[in-house]
């Protein structure tokens, strides 16, 4: 695909939109290479190393609040730091947005550690096939405690993996019936974790394995055969470029866009990092569906990559929660809200008060504290729109480096991208 | 796509904001001196500043600091009610003519405690409505073996009708006997939907089977909006509120009232000063703040805690309902404070759950109706509950129960005239396997704002709802 635009605007913005955000001064070094040098340096990555590596985070079953609490937010405050300090921004980022989708939470999970082995299936499978990566989330032992998989039995099966797995993980509302969900649950119906390793097994007892009609398709019976019809409907391939494409080309964005990138994933049988790749194609070729506003959570991070700070996560998780987005905490299975829900007044707040504690722990040499003027502020911290009248007469009531800082990083040129 | 649809509208702006700002507050007394609004524009903030810095520090409790000055002449707005003179007189002595009472605000001086308050609270995930209030027929015990609740331990209602509630709503037993309740059965849309999103969709907007736009709160606050209205008129505590999204009218969201402050130690006058003028919400958000920063702290859970239960064991309806009586005691403009709770998806070990988010649901209504009643505002607020979808009648596997249809939601407050029973749970007649709906849910909804405009059927009400709606038989 031609590629029309030059690196110093549309680069910067993928590299903040899928690559986590540019570090301090990142913005030169894009500046000196062609743009797809710059994009292919960006997207051709392999999975870096686990951010939990050598830690044990499980809590068994029990009146064990205090250490779950902890050793949750250890697991958390890893993942936060990994994503600061990736050297594979994309396959990161992509971990984090389908945390956003396959939807799972440490309030229900209780066990820290399946929420570890949760994540990590989704940096290992997030940018391979998709239905791959369905089948490995629809046994896997977080999602089966999230969402009751395992308390589900062919005598009473339970409902709520069935539905949000075809409403909100796949296909959408709409694309199936009541019956498909009752089928669906009877052909999910039986399996069990071990609850201190995670393992799950399929109870042959507990299952129903009576052949189904499924989303129009036939003998539909096991996870295999229910994640086969997912991947057979129409919808699905729609349903997962929209949803990509809003973070990568922008939330109003030409549908041709959406139904040319559900093209290429149905051809590469559903293969995600085609349909990356493909969305970033029509970024470069001038696809423009307007602003990403940043949740709190990759807004923290671009602010960390950027100026180097590394504040104390103590004081960062009540912020973060106060913003109303702290990983592993979604407020419900549709995981977060986007785009203006984050204009609300508890996340400017919050926004304020991280900003603050980013600012303070930034080291005194980072160019975000030594940059001379606006522009200068502005290109440390990757951003390449201009500053609105606005923002900058805020900016200019401010002298010290500190307070220049913290205001830069809430502004809206820094919070959307 | 995005199933919770943002609270504020991105393009709705508020004009010249930080002068609007100073003008409102320099209406409050707190910037005496300012001759000019524009030249408050920048400076009035930073005086405003100082001064809540210094008050804030001599602040044991919530004091009188948000208050306006003592009002000496009616407004035009209050002259149009006979309910002046004191916060608490029901809604059965207020005449008719106060109908139109919202929408004829004007400028003037700020009158405390007059204007209703509504207070909607969301109990999220789907409540199950056959657990909460409980027919006493045996279908009952049959559907539900495990998780049926013993006739014997239910909390008898006061009214002559076949059913009882969920033993961990007896703290509600006072308000009961004082007619203060109101119980609705088999609430639900004609087309009802078990998805909880496309639910609260029809819930938030108020008009099934359309594509959400506003919300019906948010279009009521529209309807009534005037230059004059303060930033706090409508609040949601406790998350994202698309009830509350409008087309003009912006709403203040609020999750943990402890953050909520842009006052730290380092921080210092002329970045906040800075901050808030990045946007008209930005400035809004900022007065905001000063209001909430005068409440004494209430417990607050932790990311990592089990759902509604912070250090104290407090739940968040008990949580968030506090802050909601404290707003309501602070500021008289607030007129919709919307509260969000969840954890209501019981799709498994039910029976535990269940009792312990009844029980927060019940402590927190009772004590937030002390608490206004303490506070003098009891008999101008009105609450109701919603829930998406009330669950299927057949337990599942798992000791819980799934999506289903009708559910049952409460009306509270002083100004019910006759509290009662109505509607019906008829496990006789059921919807594939679900509570058939029997009310609209705009019933409650159309009941709560004819209240909220002064107590009689209003055209404001049918208008935000599209269209007349049944009342309910609580009200005159």
Not at chain 1, 316 to 337: E, H, K, M, T, Y
Request: proline content about 6%; hydrophobic content about 40%.
């Amino acid at each position: 695909m031609t590629v029309l635009l030059d690196s110093t605007d549309v680069v910067p913005r993928l590299y903040r939109r899928i690559g986590l955000g540019l570090r301090g001064g990142e913005l030169d070094t894009i500046a000196e290479r062609s743009p797809s040098d710059a994009v292919s340096a960006l997207l051709d990555t392999s999975i870096g190393d686990d951010p939990w590596a050598g830690t044990d985070y499980t809590v068994l079953p029990g009146p064990a609040g205090g250490q779950r609490r902890r050793l949750g937010l250890l697991a958390i405050s890893a993942w936060i730091d990994a994503l600061v300090d990736s050297e594979q921004p994309v396959d990161d980022w992509l971990a984090w947005f389908w945390h956003g989708r396959f939807v799972s939470a440490l309030t229900e999970v209780k066990n820290p550690q399946f929420m570890v082995d949760q994540i990590r299936v989704l940096r290992a499978r997030g940018r391979g096939s998709f239905g791959e990566l369905t089948r490995a989330v629809t046994i896997d032992a977080a999602m089966l405690l999230y969402l009751d998989g395992n308390d589900s039995t062919a005598q009473a099966p339970n409902e709520n993996y069935s539905r949000e797995l075809l409403e909100l993980f796949t296909i959408g509302h709409g694309a199936y019936t009541e019956d498909d969900v009752a089928a669906g649950a009877a052909a999910l119906s039986g399996w069990r974790i071990d609850r201190s390793t995670g393992d799950p097994q399929l109870r042959t007892r507990r299952h129903d394995s009576t052949p189904r009609r499924y989303l129009q398709a036939e003998g539909v019976h096991d996870v295999n055969t229910v994640v086969t019809a997912i991947e057979h409907n129409p919808e699905l391939a729609i349903t997962i470029a929209a949803r990509l494409a809003a973070e990568i080309v922008g939330p109003q964005l030409d549908p041709a866009v959406i139904v040319r990138a559900a093209a290429a994933f149905t051809a590469a049988n559903l293969n995600v990092d085609v349909l990356l790749r493909s969305l970033v194609d029509e970024v470069l070729a001038g696809a423009d569906g307007g602003q990403v506003v940043s949740g709190p959570l990759l807004w923290y991070v671009a602010a960390r990559r950027a100026t180097g700070a590394k504040p104390e996560m103590r004081d960062v998780f009540p912020q973060l929660r106060a913003a109303g987005q702290v990983p592993w905490l979604a407020p419900n299975v549709s995981g977060w809200p986007s785009g203006a829900a984050w204009n609300n007044a508890a996340t400017l707040v919050a926004r304020f008060a991280l900003a603050e504690l980013i600012a303070d722990s930034t080291p005194a040499d980072s160019v975000a504290l030594t940059a001379g003027d606006r522009d200068q502020l502005a290109r440390a911290l990757g951003i390449t729109t201009a500053w609105s009248d606005t923002t900058a007469a805020a900016l200019d009531r401010l002298d010290r480096p500190r307070e220049r800082l913290v205001l830069a990083l809430v502004s809206p040129e820094f919070v959307n991208c | 796509m995005n199933p919770f649809p943002p609270p504020h509208s991105p393009d709705a702006t508020r004009p010249e904001p930080v002068t609007a700002l100073a003008r409102r507050v320099s209406r409050r007394g707190l910037l005496i001196g300012v001759a000019s609004a524009a030249a408050a524009s920048t400076t009035g903030i930073a005086v405003l500043y100082a001064a809540r810095q210094t008050s804030r520090s001599t602040l044991a409790a919530r004091t009188s600091i948000d208050r306006p000055p003592a009002v000496t002449t009616p407004s035009t707005n209050a002259a149009t009610t006979s309910t002046t003179t004191t916060a608490t007189t029901t809604p059965t002595t207020t005449p008719t003519t106060t109908a139109t009472t919202a929408t004829t605000t004007s400028p003037g001086p700020i009158v405390a405690g007059t204007d209703r308050v509504l207070v909607v609270l969301q109990l999220g995930g789907g409540n199950d409505a056959l657990d909460t209030v409980v027919p006493l027929v045996g279908a009952y015990h049959d559907a539900r073996p495990h998780l049926a609740l013993a006739d014997e331990s239910l909390v008898r209602l006061p009214f002559g009708t076949d059913y009882g509630l969920h033993p961990a709503l007896a703290p509600l037993g006072a308000l009961l006997t004082a007619g203060q309740i109101g119980i609705v059965a088999g609430v639900g849309f004609d087309q009802p939907d078990r998805s909880h999103f496309k639910a609260l969709d029809m819930w938030w907007s108020a008009a099934p089977g359309e594509t959400f736009r506003t919300g019906w709160l948010g279009r009521w606050l529209d309807a009534t909006t005037s230059n004059d209205d303060a930033v706090l008129r409508s609040v949601g505590l406790g998350g994202s509120v698309p009830a509350l999204r409008a087309d003009t009218a912006q709403s203040i969201g609020v999750t943990e009232v402890e953050q909520f402050s842009v006052s730290s130690s380092a921080t210092d006058a002329a970045l906040v000063t800075a901050w808030s003028m990045l946007s008209p919400e930005h400035a809004a958000a900022l007065e905001a703040t000063y209001t909430f920063a005068g409440f004494p702290t209430v417990g607050a859970g932790t990311p990592g805690d089990e759902p509604g239960s912070g250090p104290t064991g407090t739940g968040d309806v008990t949580t968030r309902l506090r802050t909601a009586a404290q707003l309501i005691a602070a500021e008289p403009r607030t007129r919709v404070v919307h509260v969000t709770v969840g954890g209501f998806d019981t799709h498994a070990a039910e029976a535990a759950t269940h009792q312990r988010l009844l029980a927060d649901v019940a402590q927190g209504i009772a004590e937030f109706q002390s608490a206004i009643e303490a506070s003098g505002n009891a008999g101008r607020t009105l609450l109701v509950t919603t829930s998406e979808f009330g669950r299927r009648v057949v337990e599942n596997g798992s000791g819980g129960t799934d999506h289903g249809k009708a559910g049952v939601q409460f009306v509270i407050g002083q100004g019910l005239t006759s509290a009662a029973f109505t509607g019906a749970m008829d496990l006789s007649d059921l919807a594939d396997g679900d509570l058939r709906p029997v009310i609209d849910p705009r019933s409650i909804y159309a009941s709560a704002l004819d209240w909220l405009e002064g107590g009689s059927a209003s055209g404001v009400t049918d208008a935000v709802l599209g269209g007349p709606f049944e009342r309910l038989p609580f009200f005159f």
